[in-house]
């Protein structure tokens, strides 16, 4: 922005704050109104939706699929949207900083005199299409599934590691088959060829990224489970 | 939307330490000069209780004027009440105080459930049973504080968007506009560290699964981790240290930022809406009356009538 256009805004505010309206009780009035229906949705979403407890966190249970706060979800589904491991930092801390980065320094590169939304194409096309985008993968994390459940044809002996991935929430990050969700996590539909017992065991145990540890599980559940995995070929 | 129009606010209603009461007996007439009424009959003595009346009357403007002797609070508020905003302030406008509303509700909610909360991983789950079920209103004030924390976030990014489109945070406003991005993240900072405080299934996999994300990240991501997890495994120091950074830390923070946000929109004036102008090119006003308008409230006429 020009010196001159400085001025020119200055003078401009000046006029229009002089054809304004004084703080109190104009605005006051129209932000007490705002901050009731503030506390009214607040106490009504309280009692219909309630802050019902979950099961008592339990390190070594696995009944849980791990879900973040809805508004974190577009941020998870970064996860999903980028799946090589190699490009994985660049999902989770690289794109949401620059992103912040981008978003702090605003004032600083977009310096142009014009105001108008309708008269800075850049400006606003890049700010609907990041509403889009933040919409639209919030509404994906919405409707992504946390399954606990595997519709799928094992043979006997593994039925028991079936129903342990299933529970400990493996689909909430990993594809078995037409089951769970398309990562961020590693498809496992064919799992066994690629991995060893032994690595697919490590990385239960030690949870590789951003994958959570299960070694609290009960050994002969782990051995239930990688027997399983490990019959996926 | 109809124009909000509001008639002229009676002095009587001007809060009180803008204004101080004449005292009784003093002003209206000239040094020197009698009252009508005091030539006829003289007055009457004022009785002790009635002077203590007099002086109760007093005593809320002399309070003031002695803290404003001090502080010089008054100006301050005079000055931030009553200034103007710009033309074309519309319902957009209250998005700021919204947000700064919804905070005081976390605010206010936080602390009663602070008094109930043990921030231990053994007793923590039980505690927000106890709140839940048996506290009088904690189920209601742990409901008001977990889906504040979601309208908080819509309307920090509503806020944040009516300023993109309308390019409020140009010149010279471009300061608030960075202040205001630090407290979306301190806010989102809230949410995180807030969720695991509950203890439950889904707080615990959740967070193991965010301080895992925090991790991968390139140099500090390690030292981000193990700063957060307090230890080789997410447990009861992680709690503590959510809990503190929750309670203490970034509270502390965004109330200082709010401070210096709000000081800041009091300084520079709320923006008006992009297409507003200060002159409608159309509709041709005298620069006479234009003026008349600005300086006196459109008394202008009629004060030159009487002089003459």
């Known amino acids: 922005m020009k010196p001159q256009d400085k001025q020119a805004y200055l003078e401009e505010y000046e006029l229009l704050k002089k054809k304004g309206k004084p703080f109190f009780p104009y605005a006051v009035l129209k932000d007490s109104a705002m901050a009731l229906i503030v506390v009214v949705v607040i106490i009504a979403m309280s009692v219909i939706l309630g802050a019902e407890q979950g099961p008592k966190a339990d390190p070594t249970s696995t009944t849980y699929v791990p879900r973040p706060e809805w508004y974190f979800f577009f941020l998870f589904e970064v996860l999903r949207v980028i799946k090589p491991p190699e490009l994985v930092p660049i999902a989770t801390i690289g794109i949401p900083t620059i992103c912040m980065v981008l978003l702090l320094l605003l004032p600083f590169y977009d310096r142009g005199a014009e105001r108008r939304p309708e008269r800075r194409p850049i400006a606003t096309t890049a700010g609907i299409f990041t509403i889009i985008a933040m919409g639209y993968l919030t509404f994906l994390g919405a409707t992504s599934g946390s399954p606990t459940e595997i519709d799928m044809e094992v043979a006997p002996q593994y039925e028991a590691g079936k129903e342990v991935v299933a529970g400990a929430g493996c689909l909430a990050c990993h594809k078995i088959g037409e089951n769970g969700n398309h990562g961020p996590g590693p498809d496992l539909t064919h799992i066994a060829s690629r991995v060893p017992r032994a690595a697919i065991i490590r990385s239960v145990e030690i949870g590789p990224g951003i994958m959570p540890s299960f070694r609290d599980l009960p050994q002969k559940k782990l051995d239930e489970l990688s027997d399983f995995l490990s019959s996926l070929d | ?308």
């Open chain 2, 1 to 308: 939307m109809p124009k909000l129009r509001l008639p002229k606010i009676p002095d009587s209603v001007v809060p009180a330490p803008l204004r101080k009461p004449a005292k009784p007996g003093r002003g209206g007439l000239p040094k020197g000069q009698a009252p009508a009424d005091l030539k006829t009959a003289p007055p009457e003595r004022q009785t002790d209780v009635q002077r203590l009346g007099d002086k109760a009357k007093d005593a809320p403007a002399d309070v003031l004027a002695w803290v404003d002797q001090r502080t010089g609070a008054t100006g301050f508020l005079t000055g931030m009440l009553y200034r103007k905003v710009p033309k074309g302030t519309n319902w957009f406008y209250t998005l700021g105080s919204a947000t700064l509303f919804a905070f005081i509700v976390q605010a206010v909610t936080g602390v009663f459930l602070a008094m109930f909360y043990t921030p231990s991983a053994t007793q923590a789950y039980a505690s927000i049973s106890h709140i839940n079920n048996e506290v009088p209103l904690g189920a209601l004030v742990h409901g008001m504080h977990k889906w504040g924390s979601s309208v908080m976030v819509i309307l920090i990014f509503l806020h944040m968007g009516r300023t993109f489109f309308f390019g409020a945070y140009k010149y010279p406003r471009e300061l608030n506009w960075v202040i205001g991005v630090v407290l979306l993240i301190l806010t989102m900072t809230m949410a995180f560290t807030g969720y695991l405080l509950p203890f439950d299934q889904r707080s615990f996999w959740a967070s193991i699964v965010g301080i895992n994300i925090n991790g991968t990240g390139p140099i500090v991501g390690p030292y981000l981790s193990d700063f957060l997890r307090a230890g080789p495994e997410l447990g009861a120091t992680t709690l503590s240290r959510f809990y503190a950074i929750h309670m203490l830390l970034v509270p502390g923070a965004i109330i200082a930022l709010i401070g210096a946000h709000m000081y800041l929109v009091v300084k520079l004036g709320t923006t008006a809406p992009p297409w507003v102008r200060a002159e409608k090119p159309k509709v041709a006003t005298p620069v006479a009356e234009l003026d008349a308008g600005v300086e006196g409230n459109g008394a202008g006429p009629s004060n030159g009538a009487s002089a003459t």
